[in-house]
């Protein structure tokens, strides 16, 4: 089945054309900048790249453009369906789901949750329905894998008020990641679906880690939004939530600024002052940047110590499993953290660590040792995955 996944931006949007069959990209696309004179299309297909200067042109406009050109390639025609990504499902979705009026009211509904991404996910579902009118559309949504967690892992102690009345409670993100590699980490390591217990680390620009428990989120690092937790590019993860306030106070600023501080200019960039790119941080710090070096030392740290909390709801942790940009490709920072989790166990491989697992079946850790493993994440795949099982009518 040919399937279209739509992940739609404030100011961009990223598709692909997937064959669900061989498991296989066929194109991807990305406009950027929409709404500026800068706007543009990238797209990417047959080892080609291709970019398109589309000035001024809004979501709409890029969506036609990107489905002109999957016409022209004869990649439009068998579409079997398109599936979104959509952030937040709130408590309404525990899993991906056709869209329909009733559907789209429900993401309408959560817009509170996710004022900056749920109202774009619904721009491009509604481009999507003028430009391709009765092909099917899923939404998947990121928080929906986590909805499995028992109360006492998603509630915050405050005020029950403020969950009754505002839904204040963890949701969850990087939900159809965490899925996916758990999934695939199964496999790898021949783990029966009724008896396993994964700690998935998903490492990208944001970070988020989560104890899987027989096939099903038990707890997660990120929160009510997707600053809580680890430490990412630009997020601080966790602190102390007194110092917004103090913070507000001392930088004459409202609360709003301060949290805008801590996902935007905190995180690696805030410690390193280099970059929110680990690339960048990683060079920085062999060159001899001190706070570069603590940047890394912080966000490794932080991050052990969060991977063997979540070993409390397994009973039993079979693997710590590293996906994303940096979980996949980084071998130090894999080394630093296993290297903390020596009391779980964990020995580090070096050698196959600096071939990420490649010639062990994912395995980083020396045989014998609490398993430590490198699974690669394909969310457009688990989207497009979604997205033709339900269309097929097997969800
Ligand atoms: P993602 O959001 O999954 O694309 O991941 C982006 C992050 O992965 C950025 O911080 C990149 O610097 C990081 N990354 C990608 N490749 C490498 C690499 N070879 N070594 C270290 N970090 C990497």
Redesign the pocket.
Known sequence: MRVLVINCGSSSLKYAVIDTAERRELLSGLAQRLGSPEASLTIKAGGEKLERALPGAEHAAAMRAAYDDLRARGLADGLAGIGHRVVHGGQLFSASVRIDEQVERGIESCVPLAPLHNPPNLLGIRICRELLPGLPQVAVFDTAFHQSMPAHAYAYAVPWAWYEQHAVRKYGFHGTSHRFVSARARELLGLRPDDHGLVVA?????CSATAVRNGASVDTTMGLTPLEGLVM?TRSGDLDPAIVAFMAERLRVDAAKVVDLLNKQSG?LGVSGVS???????AAAEGGNQRARLAIEVFCYRLAKHLAALAVPLGRVDAFVFT???G???A??RARVVAWLAVLGCRLDPARNAVHGRDSGGRITVDGATCALVVP?NEELAIALDTAALVAGKN
Do not use: C, F, Q, W
């Not at 998903?202 to 944001?206: R, V």
């Not at 929110?276 to 990683?282: E, I, K, T």
């Open positions: 998903h490492l990208g620009n944001g590019g690696l929110n790119d680990m690339r960048a941080v990683l994303g940009g940096i996949e490709n980084s130090p920072i994440t």
